[in-house]
């Protein structure tokens, strides 16, 4: 086989018996399995992270199926593209009786208007469609095109999985590294196993690399733990968007939660995944208010500080201050009263849009027929700069929206506030 074809491509599975891993999806008796094996398409998504047979899986189905693959990616397709595929599609179908099945790399990559473009085809069953994606297609793709496809999730390769199609490269005289002396020591294995974060693509890829650059000696090319370990510090690349989108929510998770330890790890891990640190320190400063707020108000002084620090140092040494705010974040106490509040008044707004703002409340500048004799006391002037008044529109009078918790410094705002409510609504609002 032509040597110029990576690696990964020239061991492509070319039948179910060869395909590595997905057994939740491919046993015997499951739904994809039956399918397949009956010849039986319809339109899918195949959603997984990278190097875990999607591509693989689709050129099986269309084999299985008898039917003519058309391979596009959605990062250099067109909604021109597509019409022209469907035309022919419509006509070998009707003709000949030959069914097309349709596979787009990326799919989350097409806008709405090209995806709206796939739904006649696939509705009037033109083409089956595989689209594959390593993003959630509940979230980048549109309603329309989702109610008419099955969602079908991949997973990442277990170790067991990757050591078998590191094996079969090794031995495989045809198409992989067979019969050229090559001897993976079993501490450079383990790590290529460890770190290829279940993508069968990466570990191939990572075996050929490490193999062109060990030295054969007395015929044999033996790969050490070193030359792997440093073709994947130097192939580390950026993660992708649903990855980036699920780190994000650990992060705030373990900020939410109290995890110091958790939450400085997944923000060096996104650092350290090439993520532009301003995402996560973004985050956190809403963090800051959302679940610490009154409860310790210099947590979002703390993460302010931390974006300025970021915006004047720069990285790597911003990662000292963003850790510390991070830390003072996550050991503050919590107080999630702000957002509750907020909640509150959205529902009241919902509930009374057009609220009249009270008489004494109104701009004074102009004068108005409806202002009434009502007079505005100003609070300054009464004991404890304080006195009692309405503030809010007739409707909401007896409303309480921001309910201090007893938590942290929001403790010394509670009896204060509790005590207004009571003295001006006549009940307890807490």
Known sequence: MDESIP??????????????????????????HRAMQAGFLRSVILWGPPGVGKTTLAKLMANRADARLIELSAVSSGTRELREVFAQADEERRLYGIQTLVFIDEIHRYTKTQQDALLPAVERGVVHLI????????????????????????????????RLAVEQALT??????????????????????????????????TLEWAVYQSESCDGVVRVKRATV??????????V????????????????????????????MRMVDAGVDPRIPVRRMIVHASEDVGMANPQALLQAMAAWQALDVVGMPEARIPIAQAIVFVCESPKSNSIVVALGKVETAIRAHPHAAVPLHLRDKSYPREDDGNVTYRYPHDYPHHHVKQVYLPSPLERE?????????????????KHGRSMDEKGENPV
């Open 400 to 416: 309480t929206f921001y309910a201090p918790s007893t938590e942290g410094l929001e403790q010394r705002v509670h009896p204060r």
């Open 229 to 238: 370990q440093r073709i994947l510090e130097e192939a580390r690349g950026a």
């Open 7 to 32: 690696l990964a491509e020239r061991m492509r599975p070319r039948s179910l018996d060869e395909f590595y891993g997905q057994q939740h999806l491919l046993r015997p008796g499951t739904l994809i």
């Open 131 to 162: 689209g594959s994606t390593t993003q959630n297609p509940r979230m980048a793709l549109t309603p329309a095109l989702l109610s008419r496809l099955q969602i079908v999730q991949l997973r990442p390769l277990t170790q067991d999985d990757l």
């Open 240 to 267: 992708d968007e649903s990855t980036l989108y699920d780190m994000l929510s650990a992060f705030g998770k373990s900020l939410r939660g109290s995890d110091s330890d958790a939450a400085v790890y997944w923000f």
């Open 172 to 205: 495989d005289e045809t198409r992989g590294l067979g019969g050229r002396g090559v001897l993976l020591e079993d501490d450079a294995r383990d790590l290529l196993l460890a770190l290829s974060g279940g993508d069968v693509r990466r570990a191939l890829t």
